[in-house]
Structures are given as C-alpha cells and as structure tokens.
C-alpha cells in the first residue's frame, strides 16, 4: 500500500483545511487507517482513526470537536477536516495505514504503512 497525503498548507488561526490521503491497493476498504502529525521539536502524536468501513472514528482530545475524519472506500481516500484551527495545530500530518484493526489505534506501531507528510501551518 502506498499513501499520498495533500491538503496542507497556510491558514489563520480558526480557519479550516481538509487533508486527503489516496492509497493505492486494492485492500485499501479493509484497512485502518489513521492521521498523525509531528510539530517541530516534538514527537509524532496520534490525531485520529477510523475503522475499515467508516463506522467508527477515535480522536485524540486535543481535536475532538474541531477535527473529523472520514473516508471513501470507493476513491481508496481519507480525509481529515480539520475546523477552528489553532497554532498549536501546526505540524506535518501523517496518514498511515494498518492491516489489522488493534484496540491500540493510537500507536504508530500498529501501523505499516505511511504517507510522506503534508505541512500544516496555522498563523496566530
């Protein structure tokens, strides 16, 4: 599976982006996939996941309530909307993906494979 993340870049403080993640594979609607995101300085953190058919999304507490993942199993892409943006959100957002659903969603262990990263920066 290969993971190409797009959708960042510069936005104000409280304004929104959309990421998307394309895979390629034809396995794409079976797999978990997820966001992280690295700010500079600072370890890799998990954002958010969902399961393979898009029942059931997870949040880390810090977005839950501005940030919404989602996905088209059809277009093999996820999508995070990422709403009332703050400075703090800066950071290169990773998707991943893994094979097998683990309760530890919110390990980047689990996961086998990942995107290069997209820039999001957010002007105070």
């Known amino acids: 599976v290969q993971l190409q993340a797009s959708g960042g870049g510069l936005v104000q403080a409280r304004g929104s982006l959309r990421l998307s993640c394309a895979a390629s594979?034809?396995?794409?609607?079976?797999?978990?996939m997820s966001w992280f995101r690295q700010a500079p300085g600072k370890e890799r953190e998990f954002v958010a996941a969902?399961?393979?058919?898009?029942?059931?999304?997870y949040y880390a507490d810090r977005v839950k309530g501005r940030f919404t993942m989602s996905r088209d199993n059809a277009k093999n892409t996820v999508y995070l909307q990422m709403n009332s943006l703050k400075p703090e959100d800066t950071a290169v957002y990773y998707c991943?993906?893994?094979?097998?659903?683990?309760?530890?969603?919110?390990?980047?262990?689990?996961?086998?494979?990942w995107g290069q990263g997209t820039l999001v920066t957010v002007s105070s």
């Open positions: 594979g034809r396995t794409f609607s079976t797999y978990t």
């Open positions: 969902i399961l393979w058919n898009g029942s059931t999304a």
């Open positions: 991943a993906a893994a094979a097998y659903y683990s309760g530890s969603y919110y390990l980047s262990e689990v996961y086998e494979y």
